[in-house]
Every structure is written in structure tokens, then in C-alpha cells.
């Protein structure tokens, strides 16, 4: 026999290192899958996060979805009685990353499962080499030959369970460590952008009307309470 086909190494594996062997393929093919869908949301949700960040800049408002919420929630958070312009910022930018916190939570859907692919595969790999040599060295005691051709097909079957193992592993934590970079990247600019936004809101055109009717109401309550004064 001068070569061994994989074909061949898995029709003529034991039944364990054969589950072991679908279950990491699987294992694997769930891997490429999230991946693939995680790098179009990441790019996708990067250009919304670029576009929030000149969101201000647009003359007849924002064009895209993530702006638009960023604006929604703006609009909707009241000004408290008696509440200053920092008071107020910090109320808005927290909500505004809130916000951001529950946007990214969905983009990290699945990532866990890379983790715990990446993991663990390498082990489920090794369980079946083992199984796979143990069944080996029965085998051969029990033809009571220990030679090359009888030993090397079951060594070398046992073996491909690990090289499946790694091949589902490296992928699982490469794109794992990709996607946790580049969603904390995202997540800086988000954070920024929104803090960025925040302040404009404030101090920007959008609350003046907020704000002045606060100062009005302060100053008449001030009024009365000098006046009560001077009347004593």
C-alpha cells in the first residue's frame, strides 16, 4: 500500500473516531458560517458607525438607520427641571451608549460558540486519536503481527482525527480574535461618535428653546423669592 486516501481512512475508521471525525466537520462548517456572516455585519455596521460620525454634517438630517435611532433617542430624552447643560449631556450620553452596548451585543451573537470551537476541538481530536490507537494495539494483539502495514492504518486514521481537530480549531479562534478586535475598534469609534453627538445636541441649536425656557423659569422663581425678601 504506498498511500493512504482520506476516503479510505474514514470508511475503514471505528465508529467513535468516525462521530468524532462528523462532529468537528460540523463543528467546523458552523465556524465558516459565523464568520462569514459576522465580517458582512462588521463591515456593514462600520460604514454606519462612519456614516453617524458625519451625521452632522448633512443638511437635511441623517441618511442612514443607526443616525437616525441616534437622533430618535436624542429627541425623546427630556430636559429635567431644573437641570444644567452638563447634567443633561451626561443623562443623553449615557443613554447614547446604551444604545451602542445593545447594538454591539447583537453583533457578538455567536462568538462564543467560535470560542468554545476553538477551544475544545483540539481535545475532541485527541479523544479520538487515542480511541484510535487503542483500537490500533488490540487489533495488532490480536493478529500478533506488529508490522508497518498492519500498524500504520490505524495510526494513521488515528492521527487524522487530530488534523481535524486543528483544522476546526485554527479557523474558530483566528476568526474569534478578528472579530473581538475589530468589534472593540468599532466600539471606540461609537463611543466617541456618540460623545461627539451628545455635545452638539446640547450645546447645539436643537435644545436652545430647552434650555431657555429653564433660564426663564429660574429667573421668575428668583424674582419672587428676592421679591418676598425686600418685602420683609
Known amino acids: 500500500m504506498d498511500h493512504l486516501p482520506v476516503f479510505d481512512l474514514l470508511s475503514n475508521a471505528d465508529p467513535v473516531v468516525k462521530g468524532v471525525m462528523l462532529l468537528l466537520t460540523a463543528a467546523s462548517v458552523g465556524c465558516w458560517t459565523i464568520a462569514f456572516e459576522k465580517l458582512v455585519r462588521i463591515v456593514a455596521f462600520s460604514r454606519q458607525v462612519a456614516a453617524f460620525e458625519h ?28 437641570e444644567s447643560r452638563a447634567e443633561f449631556g451626561a443623562r443623553l450620553e449615557k443613554s447614547l451608549n446604551m444604545e451602542t452596548s445593545a447594538q454591539l451585543q447583537r453583533l ?28 490500533s494495539f488490540t487489533g495488532i494483539a490480536a493478529a500478533k503481527d506488529t508490522s508497518l502495514a498492519v500498524v500504520a492504518p490505524g495510526i494513521a486514521e488515528a492521527l487524522f482525527a487530530t488534523a481535524v481537530g ?28 456618540a460623545a ?34 425686600s418685602a420683609r
Open 166 to 193: 486543528l483544522a476546526a480549531a485554527i479557523p474558530a479562534v483566528i476568526f474569534y480574535n478578528q472579530a473581538n478586535v475589530s468589534l472593540g475598534r468599532v466600539a471606540e469609534r461609537m463611543s466617541a461618535a
Open 108 to 135: 457578538q451573537s455567536g462568538l462564543s460558540f467560535l470560542a468554545t470551537v476553538g477551544s475544545t476541538a483540539p481535545f475532541v481530536g485527541l479523544f479520538g486519536t487515542v480511541w484510535g490507537i487503542m483500537r
Open 196 to 229: 461627539r453627538f451628545a455635545k452638539m445636541r446640547v450645546y447645539g441649536h436643537d435644545r436652545e428653546a430647552d434650555f431657555a425656557s429653564q433660564d426663564v423659569a429660574a429667573h421668575r422663581s428668583q424674582g419672587l423669592t428676592n421679591g418676598g425678601l
Open 55 to 82: 451625521s452632522g454634517q448633512e443638511p437635511h438630517g441623517p441618511s442612514n438607520w443607526l443616525a437616525r435611532r441616534m437622533v430618535l433617542i436624542a429627541e425623546s430624552e427630556p430636559v429635567a427641571s431644573g
